[in-house]
Every structure is written in C-alpha cells, then in structure tokens.
C-alpha cells in the first residue's frame, strides 16, 4: 500500500486522570509527605522538618535546593532523572523517590500547592493551584516567580520547601509518623525528620 501522506499525532492526557492516578499510587493522603521527605533525603538535606496543621502542612528542607533547570525537571512525569543520577553529590545517597508524580497526587488532598526553593544565588516560588490548573484546560505551564534574594537575611541556605493548603483530606499527627517510621530513612547518617518539633527516630 502506497503511503499517500505522514502525519504526527499527538498524544495527550487528561489533567484530572493525572490527579486520580496519583491518588490511587498514594492510596493513603499520607503517603504524600513521605514522597516529599524521601526527595528531601535524595537532595542531600539533613534536616527535614514537617509541619502538620488543620489548615496547611508544610515540609522544609535544608538540601541543595533547585535551580531553574533543577525546577523543570521537578515537574517532569516520569523523569529518569534519579535512575540516571542514582547517587546524591554531597552524601553518595542511593536516591529512592519514586513516580514524581507525588505533586500531582497532592491536589487530591489540598487544593494548593506551593514549592519555594534556594540553590546559591537563585530563588524561586512555583504556586500549584488545583482550580486554576484544571480551568487552563490543554495549558500545562504552572506559574513561577523568581525571588529577588532577601538582604534582611544573607545566610538564608539553600534548601525547599512546599507548602500544602486549603486541604480536602485531613492528616492526623499520628499517621504522619507512623507513615514515616515506617518509610523513611532515619536512620541514615546526617539525616534528621522533625515532625511537628519532635525528632523521630
């Protein structure tokens, strides 16, 4: 048969399967957190410390941060990134995140999700809301500020934090330990998780 013409098609996904696959890989919402520790670990930090509230939940890190390169590739589905890279510079960690496809995941939980993070000399802010993502329809770009660095504070390190609000599912202290004892690993060497102030081990 005679190839008259080629054409390209594209392939496209549906922005809520995304949300729901993600929700169905992080059966539990808790599991959200221990992605997020677990990419603190593969970032080299040694202290991590989750904040877990009724309103928000916050996880900061003190590792090495994203540039704007870093950044994109965050956001990437399915990145090789880490199989590529399978060691942290600083610690030599075998790096153990997963799908990154936890932020995603996260919108079935909070409505809101913002990523802040520091790498040297660059700053940024990625705000990840579910209602505006979901309204740009076929539009796949998330809004990111780039941070002026703050004077009032030099010594700021590098490190990120993500801030999860205006939640759908609740989060009990309890689970969120009991997730990350059994999860996480504490007891790596240079490696601390603080959870609501208290060191777990």
Same mark, same amino acid.
């Given at each position: 048969?005679?190839?008259?013409?080629?054409?390209?098609?594209?392939?496209?996904?549906?922005?809520?399967?995304?949300?729901?696959?993600?929700?169905?890989?992080?059966?539990?919402?808790?599991?959200?957190?221990?992605?997020?520790?677990?990419?603190?670990?593969?970032?080299?930090?040694s202290e991590v410390r989750v904040e877990v509230?009724?309103?928000?939940?916050?996880?900061?890190?003190?590792?090495?941060?994203?540039?704007?390169?870093g950044l994109e590739q965050y956001f990437i589905?399915?990145?090789?990134?880490?199989?590529?890279? *399978?060691?942290? /510079? $600083?610690?030599?960690?075998?790096?153990? @995140?997963?799908?990154? !496809?936890?932020?995603?995941? #996260?919108?079935?939980?909070?409505?809101?999700?913002?990523?802040?993070?520091?790498?040297?000399?660059?700053?940024?802010?990625?705000?990840?809301?579910?209602?505006?993502?979901?309204?740009?329809?076929?539009?796949?770009?998330?809004?990111?500020?780039?941070? *002026?660095?703050? /004077? $009032?504070?030099?010594?700021?390190?590098? @490190?990120?934090?993500? !801030?999860?609000?205006?939640? #759908?599912?609740?989060?009990?202290?309890?689970?969120?330990?009991?997730?990350?004892?059994?999860?996480?690993?504490?007891?790596?060497?240079?490696?601390?998780?603080?959870l609501n102030g208290r060191r777990l081990y």
């Amino acid at each position: 048969m005679e190839i008259k013409e080629k054409k390209r098609l594209a392939v496209t996904v549906d922005k809520r399967h995304i949300v729901s696959i993600g929700e169905r890989l992080y059966a539990e919402s808790v599991d959200l957190l221990r992605e997020l520790v677990n990419n603190a670990y593969d970032a080299d930090a040694s202290e991590v410390r989750v904040e877990v509230g009724p309103e928000k939940i916050v996880v900061s890190d003190n590792g090495t941060g994203m540039d704007l390169a870093g950044l994109e590739q965050y956001f990437i589905i399915g990145s090789n990134e880490k199989v590529v890279h *399978a060691r942290s /510079p $600083r610690f030599g960690r075998v790096r153990i @995140g997963q799908f990154g !496809i936890g932020k995603f995941a #996260s919108l079935a939980a909070a409505s809101r999700f913002e990523l802040i993070t520091r790498h040297k000399d660059f700053s940024a802010r990625v705000v990840f809301d579910k209602k505006a993502w979901e309204e740009a329809k076929d539009e796949w770009h998330l809004p990111c500020e780039i941070l *002026a660095p703050n /004077p $009032r504070d030099p010594q700021e390190g590098d @490190g990120t934090a993500v !801030i999860l609000s205006e939640l #759908s599912k609740s989060f009990h202290v309890e689970d969120v330990e009991r997730k990350l004892l059994e999860s996480v690993p504490l007891k790596a060497p240079e490696f601390a998780v603080y959870l609501n102030g208290r060191r777990l081990y």
